[in-house]
């Protein structure tokens, strides 16, 4: 069965941090780049950080970088978002995503709900 399970979300206080991880299964993780996505209430789901199949390449919106750190762990089948110096604008529910491909259709995780609030 092909999944994506996110988990590490919770409150935090500005300027805390947090590490959101996915657990991949059900397909070739290692040959998939990755995606963390958030979506916010009463806004549409953005796209937050990606990182390449090797782990070789990330990429990051404007309003997380130099904050957030994505990796991955290929042996484990595992993606992270490190989230650092968190801000009250992060507060969202935040998505793992296996990109769609010539091959196969987009995987999306449940989603880990990220709040930050004092």
């Known amino acids: 069965q092909v999944q994506l399970v996110e988990s590490g979300g919770g409150l935090v206080q500005p300027g805390g941090s947090l590490r959101v991880s996915c657990a991949a299964s059900?397909?070739?993780?290692?040959?998939?780049?990755m995606r963390w996505y958030r979506q916010a209430p009463g806004k549409e789901r953005e796209l937050v950080a990606g990182?390449?199949?090797?782990?070789?390449?990330?990429t990051y919106a404007d309003s997380v970088k130099g904050r957030f750190t994505i990796s991955r762990d290929n042996g484990q089948n595992m993606v992270y978002l490190q989230m650092n110096n968190l801000k009250r604008e992060d507060t969202a529910v935040y998505y793992c995503?296996?990109?769609?491909?010539?091959?196969?259709?987009?995987?999306w995780g449940q989603g880990t709900q990220v709040t930050v609030s004092s």
């Open positions: 995503n296996a990109p769609r491909t010539a091959f196969h259709g987009a995987v």
């Open positions: 990182i390449s199949s090797a782990g070789d390449t990330t």
């Open positions: 059900g397909f070739t993780f290692s040959s998939r780049g």
